[in-house]
């Protein structure tokens, strides 16, 4: 099962945008999603990880309280809620699962905070 994360794109400062991360290749099946993000030359960071029963999250300091994780079991889609847009919040985003061991990564989403 790969993950692949989209629902990127422009917005402006102080924007909101919602990623939605959705398995193919099967039905998904994890412990915890976790959000990445990689800006141009900088390392991957993680942003936000959610446990299944959505009682454990965490959020980097970057971003705690502007940004939310949920999950839609029915759905089989997890969201991570993105308000309070900051240009310094221009990345590639990415999910990923951990189901006793880690998912493979997928395509990243594109998200540019710019006026």
């Known amino acids: 099962v790969q993950l692949q994360a989209f629902g990127g794109g422009l917005a402006q400062p102080g924007g909101s945008l919602r990623l939605s991360c959705a398995a193919s290749?099967?039905?998904?099946?994890?412990?915890?999603i976790a959000w990445f993000r990689q800006a141009p030359g900088k390392e991957r960071e993680g942003v936000s990880c959610?446990?299944?029963?959505?009682?454990?999250?965490y959020y980097a300091d970057s971003v705690r309280g502007r940004f939310t994780s949920s999950g839609d079991n029915a759905k089989n889609t997890l969201y991570l809620q993105m308000n309070g847009l900051k240009p310094e919040d221009t990345a590639l985003y990415y999910c990923l699962n951990y189901d006793g061991g880690w998912g493979s990564w997928g395509q990243g989403t594109q998200v540019t905070v710019s006026s």
């Open positions: 959610i446990s299944k029963s959505e009682d454990i999250t």
């Open positions: 290749g099967g039905t998904l099946d994890y412990i915890f």
